[in-house]
């Protein structure tokens, strides 16, 4: 696999859906490895690696679908493979967002192979998003770099590699998105109407909101909207992409706790 500098990735301009709101997260071309270099002592999977310092690291910002989730795991095994080719036994530099451990323990963070001198070199998060093996799955409290791997991820669908070419994960519409109930998805389609009440919001895709799909704004995702002047309702109409875990609450729902779930396409 050829390395993926991440200073390459900052310079790609593709023609793109814009972010909501385009200057939500941190400024990309600002964010820099403060850890590291440190063995890589093994690929535990696809987004973890365990450094021989003992520490787990888990790739932020991405997931890859495990065997429990594809036909057949391989692009799990794809990662995988690509991630130990890159760094195993090789040192990596790290950055971290705001939140630096999840539940189980692990680091979360922006990781990059590090090459001479201790710089970065190759960025893994955007490796395995460029090859198709990932997509973009961020968290109010980990937004590193989110604007460069939506990027990366928008050239890797529009050449259909890797996951990308296969209709198991392919964008969902508002009318398919029952059938894949529990589970990461991205649906694009054209918000209908929008609610906003104290506490809550609601983006509705179809003429009925108690069987159509849905997007629920959370109260914490109105107040970032809010503090970023994004107008929910200036939604009404537009052709959005929104990411998350697809569940059923009056028909099939995404739930948006941070702006950066949702792309404006038109």
Do not use: C, K
């Not at 991405?62 to 391989?74: K, L, S, T």
């Not at 493979?81 to 040192?91: I, M």
């Amino acid at each position: 696999m050829p390395p993926y500098i991440a200073g390459l990735f900052r310079a790609i301009t593709v023609a793109m859906a814009g972010l909501l709101p385009a200057a939500a997260a941190a400024d990309d071309a600002a964010v820099m490895p403060t850890e590291g270099p440190v063995l890589v002592a093994d690929v535990i999977d696809a987004e973890t690696l365990r450094l021989a310092d003992g520490r787990v690291l888990r790739l932020a910002g991405i997931v890859v679908p495990m065997p429990a989730a594809g036909a057949d795991g391989r692009y799990a095994e794809a990662a995988s493979r690509s991630l130990a080719l890159l760094v195993q036994d090789r040192p990596v530099v790290f950055a971290f967002g705001a939140r630096r451990m999840d539940r189980h323990g692990r680091f979360l963070a922006q990781v990059w192979r590090a090459g001479e001198n201790g710089a970065e070199d190759a960025w893994l998060q955007a490796a395995l998003l460029a090859d198709g093996f990932a997509r973009v799955a961020t968290t109010p409290d980990n937004l590193l770099l989110v604007n460069d791997m939506l990027r990366v991820e928008d050239g890797a669908r529009r050449a259909r590699r890797g996951l990308w070419g296969d209709t198991a994960y392919r964008v969902r519409t508002p009318e398919d998105a029952g059938a894949v109930l529990d589970s990461f998805q991205i649906v694009e389609g054209r918000v209908l109407a929008v609610a906003i009440r104290r506490r809550a919001g609601y983006l509705n895709f179809g003429a009925d909101y108690r069987t159509d799909f849905t997007l629920s704004l959370s109260r914490e995702a109105l107040r970032l909207m809010r503090q970023a002047n994004v107008d929910p309702m200036a939604l009404q109409g537009s052709r959005v992409r929104a990411r998350g875990w697809l569940r059923s609450f009056n028909g099939p729902l995404i739930e948006i706790t941070h702006p950066e779930q949702i792309e404006v396409l038109q």
